[in-house]
């Protein structure tokens, strides 16, 4: 069951996810992982679809933004190859592991955290201990602790912020609300020492630069889907 929900072996026309037994090791939350990020209901059509063909069909363009220079920031270590093979098939790039992709409406940006969860888990298929992708949407999010401490996997999962194996994917910061703010970039900061590598989205924003490149934040623009 763990190896179908890695590899996707379910169609997009059966039910969304197989239930993947919670036993605290990694490859159960990969499984669980890959199956959830993967399933998603198409807009245009009202059906289910995967993101990883539809992307494989549209890729979604990123472009790295030259004119936001990051400040310099200390991190323990560089993420693993796994890490940056995956972020780089998707366009982002550096050795920071702290990446903003900015994008509008239909941009295609929630759809890349995505697939870099799904292919990050699949990359580590049959792997005792491995780099684990974590999507939260920063609206609803308290603390990292906190949607850990809920999550249905929370044994591997902390285990792994422990061990600094965790890839934060961190969804909507545009939709947080002006007051909530600036808990939520403190709760960004925390992530971007405690995590191997953060990758967050968002509308464009002025205040993102300038909130976020001092933090050591990468931006990237993604491109409109065709």
């Known amino acids: 069951l763990f190896e179908r929900a890695l590899k996707s072996e379910i169609s997009a026309e059966a039910s969304f996810a197989a239930p993947i037994a919670t036993d605290g090791t990694d490859q159960a939350y990969l499984a669980a992982t890959a199956a959830d990020c993967d399933a998603v209901v198409d807009a245009a059509t009202g059906r289910a679809a995967r993101v990883s063909e539809k992307l494989a069909a549209t890729p979604i363009t990123l472009k790295a933004r030259a004119d936001i220079k990051p400040a310099p920031r200390e991190r323990e270590a560089p993420p693993p190859a796994v890490v940056t093979d995956t972020l780089a098939h998707f366009g982002i790039t550096g050795s920071s592991g702290l990446f903003v992709v900015e994008g509008g409406g239909a941009s295609g940006k929630s759809w890349v955290l995505r697939a870099v969860a799904v292919r990050l888990a699949r990359a580590q298929a049959g792997a005792e201990s491995a780099w684990l992708p974590l999507r939260l949407a920063l609206a609803s999010?308290?603390?990292?602790?906190?949607?850990?401490?809920?999550?249905?996997?929370?044994?591997?999962?902390?285990?792994?912020?422990?061990?600094?194996?965790?890839?934060?994917?961190?969804?909507?910061?545009?939709?947080?609300?002006?007051?909530?703010?600036?808990t939520t970039l403190a709760a960004?900061?925390?992530?971007?020492?405690?995590?191997?590598?953060?990758?967050?989205?968002?509308?464009?924003?002025?205040?993102?630069?300038?909130?976020?490149?001092?933090?050591?934040?990468?931006?990237?623009?993604?491109?409109?889907?065709?």
Not at 195 to 210: F, I, K, M, Q, Y
């Open 141 to 182: 999010l308290s603390s990292i602790d906190d949607a850990i401490a809920a999550h249905d996997h929370a044994e591997a999962l902390a285990r792994a912020k422990a061990e600094r194996r965790l890839v934060l994917l961190l969804d909507g910061l545009d939709e947080v609300p002006t007051d909530a703010r600036p």
């Open 188 to 226: 960004v900061d925390a992530a971007a020492r405690e995590c191997v590598a953060v990758v967050l989205c968002t509308r464009p924003s002025a205040a993102n630069a300038d909130e976020l490149a001092p933090l050591g934040f990468n931006f990237f623009a993604a491109m409109p889907l065709s």
